[in-house]
């Protein structure tokens, strides 16, 4: 009897775990039928936007929603720093988002390279003959003669920002020239301020400090063969460019905790008047309106592009986002509505009308800017070049820069270890 | 003499049609009826375990032996594996003189010595101390034990405000006791960096330890501690001759699941610094993210991770032994 009962006790056990064994079947069914087929008429768009700027992007997509009440838009909002690796994830997985919004060129010719991008060469060609776009911003997003990309941001980077009270109260102006600025940085050393502030921790302040003191004491020329490593990473004139900022770092023009804080802490201790001048993209402008509303930007703080040594031409380099479409993504068509939209004027006029933001869009006109965005914008249609930044070198390249760029701001008298461990990377990364 | 048995149906008490070829109500020999019970028995366990061999199989024993497939081949993890190149050992060979793999396995070795001591260590010195007539001591040892309900990343974000150089608790405290000197970014320089993420790891492991101690300790037959202190043991040769050596099979497996630990280091150190300042705080398991995910190299990550996997494989040989053993022995 005791024996029937243990039985009977075990075939409950048993018909409770195949229950749930199906359930769980079930469950992981539904999971994967959900991915793999998404609804027609919804279009999932990620980016690496977050805080105002993301505010700003979400505008531009109700305004879209509004217009477009059939299709609705999945926002996947991801942290910069793990962008490329969900969207890697994702591709592999087979569960792409439709649309993707990235701001370094190098990683587009990555994803291009590998077949995962479709071409949007039809829908230039009504941007361009609309007059939204001219030629040359075509050929900026142009891999193997295909437009596989739509632009929605652009932003000046190489901008020095300060609050003009503190300028006022020191009686200094901007500089126009490269002596001018050592000068003025000496001057505000003088005075007892900390000249400048980096957030080393987060790596691109590093790299972004590099490459415009790069672009403004060599120029544009040693800039580009750099990126595609037509010379060398020890170099004459990338070495001229490090002893620079090593000149700087030793001077104690930067402040001793280099790589403790980040971009944000950087900024917010900028604006507590911990230092007085923050290397920066155009972007600084909208964080500054969102986090001190009272600031008026270009009355109460604004920026000069860092000048270029007397000798070597001014170029504006800048960053621009670009948006692209997945080959195995689920809604192309709609996608595609998507992006013309979002890279048309009525779209891009929403963000430039809040700040921090510079619209590709050529319909776009600067009376619709702050002082400061007009400033920015104004320099980048004045500028010889518009360059895309050091988001142009491949990823593992660019990763690498980070690091050592990290590691020579920490002791700077490690320069030629830095300077050949990079060579050591690019010939290993270019040679593959 | 026949027994009448009667076999129920799964889900209600209708009786079945036939169970096992035998139709229920029908008179079973002796020999029938054992055989019946004795198959069932057979196979119950496999049902059981069926499940969790589904799941084991599928999500690690299939993966890993696909990475070691894809360890030998080209390939950027996104395109169709028929376009991957076949290389053969060459991601193996260009391990060994990755400076970068070097550094990271160097980093994993000093995890590997701090992260198994110092959680062990203070586990140990806590369970001992518990052991001891105090008041609260299961409130002590919840307190103690509670970090180890804390994920890696929420503590790594904790801790990330406990270094903070600003606004941090631990700068505070030094500038509290006049100790200002001291204070620093943790996290921003190479040279504390690695250490500072050790012991968030170690807040956080070291009530785990504690209770496999505490358990093991609260093994010991008393009768063994009483005999020793009536011949004249003191408080120390009682823990050197009686209460470690009873520990052994404890300290192993605590020592085991450490240096597994601090082998598979990622989530914390991806959470404070990701590897930064410039390498100083990475480890292979970050290493082999970096390859596989950003850097699209499937095949070398792949190679990474079957290093990995041997090294964690080879260090849980013991555990895995250990924890099968079924005798006590006294």
């Known amino acids: 009897m005791e024996m029937l009962r243990k039985v009977k006790r075990m075939k409950m056990w048993h018909a409770a775990t195949t229950v749930l064994l199906i359930i769980t079947f079930m469950l992981l069914a539904s999971t994967l039928a959900y991915t793999a087929a998404a609804p027609k008429g919804k279009v999932s768009i990620a980016y690496a936007w977050g805080g105002v700027e993301a505010e700003s992007f979400n505008l531009m997509l109700d305004k879209f929603e509004e217009e477009y009440p059939g299709i609705k838009i999945e926002r996947m909002e991801i942290p910069g720093g793990e962008f490329r690796d969900f969207i890697s994830a994702k591709i592999a997985a087979g569960i792409p ?11 587009l010719e990555e994803i291009v390279g590998i077949g995962e991008v479709l071409p949007l060469d039809d829908l230039w060609d009504d941007w361009v003959a609309k007059g939204w776009y001219t030629e040359e911003w075509r050929n900026m997003i142009t891999v193997n003669d295909h437009q596989y990309g739509a632009w929605i941001k652009a932003s000046g980077r190489g901008l020095m920002w300060y609050t003009t009270a503190e300028f006022r109260e020191l009686g200094v102006e901007e500089p126009k020239t490269w002596s001018e600025f050592t000068d003025l940085l000496e001057r505000l050393k003088e005075e007892g301020k900390q000249p400048l502030l980096i957030g080393g921790k987060d790596g691109w302040p590093c790299k972004d400090w590099f490459e415009t003191v790069l672009l403004r004491t060599q120029g544009p020329e040693v800039h ?12 004459p004139a990338v070495r001229e460019t490090l002893e620079v900022i090593k000149d700087w770092i030793e001077k104690g023009y930067f402040q001793k905790e280099k790589l403790a804080y980040g971009f944000y802490e950087a900024f917010l201790k900028r604006t507590r008047g911990e230092a007085v001048l923050q290397h920066s993209g155009g972007w600084i402008n909208g964080m500054t309106q969102a986090e001190f509303p009272m600031m008026l930007p270009g009355v109460d703080f604004t920026f000069f592009p860092m000048p270029a040594k007397e000798d070597i031409p001014f170029v504006e380099s800048s960053s621009l986002d670009y948006m692209i479409i997945l080959k195995n993504a689920k809604n192309i068509e709609e996608a595609k509505t998507v992006v013309s939209f979002l890279t048309g004027p009525d779209a891009q006029v929403i963000w430039a009308e ?30 010889d070049i518009i360059l895309f930044n050091t988001g142009l070198i491949p990823t593992e390249m660019e990763y690498a820069l980070t690091s050592e760029l990290q590691r020579f701001w920490d002791n700077p008298a490690l320069l030629d270890e830095v300077l050949n461990a990079l060579e050591s990377e690019a010939q290993r990364i270019y040679g593959k | 003499m026949r027994l009448k048995v009667k076999l129920k149906g799964y889900m209600g008490n209708k009786p079945k049609k036939k169970i096992n070829g035998i139709k229920s109500g029908k008179a ?73 793999f070097i550094n990271a396995a160097k980093n994993n070795v000093i995890w590997l010595v701090m992260f198994t001591l110092l959680p062990v260590l203070l586990g140990l010195g806590i369970a001992l101390l518990l052991e001891l007539d105090i008041k609260v001591k299961n409130l002590l040892k919840s307190i103690i034990f509670l970090p180890t309900a804390i994920s890696l990343v929420v503590a790594g974000v904790i801790w990330s405000f406990v270094y903070d150089p600003d606004f941090g608790v631990l700068n505070a405290i030094l500038k509290s006791m006049e100790l200002e000197f001291l204070a620093r970014g943790w996290l921003g320089r190479s040279e504390t960096a690695l250490f ?12 785990m330890c504690m209770v496999i101690l505490s358990a093991g300790l609260k093994g010991i037959p008393p009768e063994i501690m009483e005999a020793a202190r009536a011949d004249g043991a003191n408080y120390w040769q009682l823990l050197r001759h009686i209460t470690l050596p009873l520990l052994t099979r404890p300290l192993v497996i605590v020592v085991a699941l450490m240096i597994i630990n601090s082998l598979k280091s990622f989530d914390i150190v991806y959470a404070m610094t990701r590897g930064g300042p410039f390498y100083s705080t990475d480890v292979i398991a970050l290493f082999m993210y970096r390859q596989a995910f950003p850097f699209l190299r499937a095949g070398y990550g792949s190679a990474v991770a079957v290093i990995l996997f041997i090294i964690i494989l080879l260090t849980a040989l013991p555990y895995i032994r250990r924890i099968t053993e079924r005798t006590a022995e006294y």
């Open chain 2, 196 to 207: 500072a993420i050790i012991i968030a790891a170690t807040w956080i492991s070291t009530g």
């Open chain 2, 28 to 100: 079973l020999s002796p020999y029938h009826f054992f055989h019946v019970i004795k198959i069932r028995k057979k196979i119950t366990p496999y049902i059981f375990i069926f499940p969790a061999t589904l799941i084991f199989m599928t999500f690690v024993i299939i993966p890993t032996v696909q990475a070691f497939r894809i360890s030998l081949f080209q390939w950027n993890g996104i395109s169709p594996f028929q376009t991957a190149q076949y290389v053969g050992l060459s991601n193996y060979q260009e391990l060994i003189s990755d400076r970068l």
């Open chain 1, 97 to 107: 988002p439709d649309v993707v919004i990235h701001v370094l060129p190098g990683w």
């Open chain 1, 224 to 235: 580009a063969k750099l990126v595609r490593h037509e010379i060398a990473w020890n170099d």
């Open chain 1, 354 to 383: 809040r700040g921090g933001y510079i619209a590709p869009n050529a319909k776009v006109l600067l009376t619709v800017y702050d002082l400061n965005s007009r400033k920015e914008a104004g320099l980048m249609k004045a500028a």
